[in-house]
C-alpha cells in the first residue's frame, strides 16, 4: 500500500478544515464558505472510493438496457426515427473508450457511462415520440419500464455518493 | 470590472452625473446567493457628504449563472413590477457597455430591511401568532401578483403564456424542456421520463396568473412584519398559483395548539381565497411540489456544467451542482414512483444557515 492514500489526504483536509480553521474564522461569509467546503470535501473523498465501481456498474447496466432498446426498435423500425436511433445506439456500443492499455479513470469512465446516457436520453425520446401509436403494446410497457427500473437503480447508486457527505454535517450556506 | 472603490467611484460619478466617494468598507457581497451575484454598494455624493445613499448591482457569476433565465428577464421583471403595486426594489438601469464592464449587470434601489424575520423559525409557541401574522402578510402580496394583468404589463414578452387553464403545467413543463435542451452538459434521462408523467397529470388552473415562483423566508425583504420588497424573481412564470405555493419557503407553517391545527396549508389556501378569489386544492400544491423537483434538476445541471467550464467559479455552485442536483432527481424520481421517498430529515439542514 501507498501511504498516505488519496483519501487519507482528502480526509486529513477535511479534519483540518473543521478543526483547525473553522474555530477560528470570524464572520458570515467566509464561514459559509468554508463549511460548504467541508461538505464538497467529504463528497469528494466517497468519490474517489467509490465513484468507480459505480460507473463500471452503470455502463454494464446502460449497454445490457441499449440492448434492450435496440433490439425492441428492431421490431418496429419502420417507424419515423427509429432506424436513426438505432444506428446511434449501435455505434455508440461499439465505441471504443480508452485503449487496453490505458487506466480507466474517472474522468474517462465519466466520458463513457455519459456516452451511453447520451444515448439512452435520445433512445428515450424516440420511443416517447412514439408512445400515442404504441403505448398499449406489451412490448413498448416493457421497454419503458425496463428504463425505469435502470432509473431507480442509478438514483439509488448515487444517493451513496452525496448523502453520506451531507447529511448530518450541519447547514448548507 | 471589478467592485473595487477606485472602479465604482468613477461608474457611479459617470451613471449619476456628479461626483461620489465609495470607500472599502462601503462594497459588500451578498454572501449566500446561488444563482447570481449581488453586491451591496454604498456611496456618498461629494456635494452631500453626510447622506449616505444604498444601491445593489446584479450580475451573472463569471463562470455563468445558476439560474437558466437571462439577467436581462430579471432586469425586466424589476421594471415591469416597478409599474404595480407589488412592492419591488425600483430597477435603475440596465449596463453592458463593454468600455465599463466584461459581464451585463443591472442596479436597483437598495431597500432597507431584512429577509430575517426574528424569531420566525424559533419552535416556542408564543411565536405562533407572529408566524401566521407573517404568512397571511405573505399571503397578502401573493394574491396581489396574481391577480395582476400579466397580459397588459406585457411579461409575456418574457416569460412563456398558456393560452388556456387545461395548458398551465403543459406550458411549464415544456418551458423546462426547452431550456434543459439549451444548458444541458450531460444527459439526465430522467428529466424527460419526469415531463412526460408530469403533462399526464396536470392539474387545470382556476385562471392564468403571474407566479413570483422562489418566494418565502429568505426572498423577501421586511420591516417589522410588513413585506417592503419582494425579492429574487429570477423564477417567474405565467400559469397556475399554485406554482407559488410549492415555491414557497416555510411562510406556511404547520401550527397546532392543545391537540388543533390553527394555522397549516388549509387554512392558507382559505385566507388567500378570501383575498383573491382564486381557489387553489391542495392537490394541485402538491402536483407543483413535483414540477419545482424537475426545475431542481435544471438548476443543478445550470450550476455544474457553469463549474466545469470555469472551476474558479463559486462553491456554492459546486454545492447546487452536487447535492441539490442530486436531491433534484431523487426527489422527481419519487414523485412519479421510480424510488421510494425520502424521510423528512434528509431536506431539515437544507435551508439552515450558518
Known sequence: MIVPTVTDVLKNIEYTLENVVKPTIVGTPIHTTVQTMGHLLRHATLRVENEGQMLMDDGKRLRSLLASIHDYLTSVSSEPGCQTCMDSISSTLAQNFRDADTYPTLISMGQEVGSLREALYNALKQLQAMRNTHREEKAYIAIRQEIRDYLALQILDESALVDPAFVGYGPRR | ?354
Open chain 2, 1 to 354: 470590472m471589478e467592485f473595487t472603490p477606485a472602479w465604482l467611484e468613477r461608474y457611479l460619478s459617470h451613471r449619476l452625473g456628479s461626483a461620489v466617494i465609495v470607500k472599502e468598507e462601503d462594497i459588500t457581497r451578498f454572501p449566500r446567493g446561488s444563482s447570481r451575484e449581488t453586491w451591496f454598494i454604498n456611496y456618498r455624493s461629494k456635494d452631500d457628504i453626510e447622506a449616505l445613499k444604498s444601491i445593489v448591482f446584479r450580475l451573472d457569476f463569471r463562470g455563468g449563472s445558476t439560474d437558466p433565465s437571462s439577467l436581462d428577464q430579471e432586469y425586466f421583471m424589476y421594471e415591469r413590477l416597478g409599474q404595480t403595486d407589488v412592492p419591488v426594489a425600483k430597477a435603475l438601469w440596465w449596463e453592458d457597455d463593454p468600455s465599463w464592464t466584461d459581464r451585463p449587470f443591472y442596479t436597483r434601489e437598495h431597500v432597507e430591511g431584512s429577509w430575517d424575520v426574528p424569531h420566525y423559525q424559533d419552535p416556542d409557541p408564543a411565536y405562533d401568532e407572529m408566524r401566521i401574522a407573517i404568512s397571511k402578510e405573505h399571503l397578502s402580496k401573493l394574491a396581489l401578483i396574481h391577480q395582476l394583468d400579466w397580459k397588459a404589463l406585457g411579461f409575456d414578452k418574457y416569460l412563456p403564456a398558456p393560452t388556456s387553464v387545461e395548458d398551465c403545467a403543459k406550458v411549464f413543463v415544456e418551458s423546462l424542456m426547452s431550456m434543459m435542451e439549451d444548458i444541458r452538459t450531460s444527459a439526465i434521462p430522467l428529466f424527460l421520463e419526469a415531463g412526460e408523467w408530469l403533462i399526464d397529470n396536470a392539474p387545470i388552473a382556476p385562471r392564468i396568473s403571474l407566479c413570483k415562483g422562489t418566494n418565502g423566508l429568505g426572498e423577501e425583504i421586511f420591516r417589522g412584519q410588513k413585506i417592503v420588497a419582494m425579492s429574487d424573481w429570477e423564477e417567474a412564470s405565467i400559469g397556475h398559483p399554485a406554482a407559488d405555493f410549492a415555491f414557497m419557503q416555510d411562510f406556511v407553517p404547520e401550527i397546532e395548539h392543545d391537540g388543533q391545527k390553527i394555522w397549516g396549508l388549509e387554512h392558507a389556501l382559505d385566507y388567500y381565497y378570501s383575498l383573491s378569489g382564486i381557489r387553489i386544492t391542495p392537490e394541485a400544491v402538491a402536483y407543483y411540489h413535483k414540477l419545482r423537483s424537475l426545475k431542481t434538476i435544471l438548476f443543478g445541471q445550470k450550476a455544474g456544467g457553469a463549474i466545469h467550464a470555469n472551476f474558479d467559479g463559486p462553491i456554492r455552485q459546486t454545492w447546487t451542482g452536487t447535492e441539490v442536483l442530486h436531491i433534484g432527481k431523487y426527489v422527481t424520481a419519487s414523485a412519479i414512483g421510480i424510488v421510494p421517498p425520502h424521510s423528512g430529515d434528509r431536506f431539515s439542514e437544507l435551508n439552515q444557515l450558518v
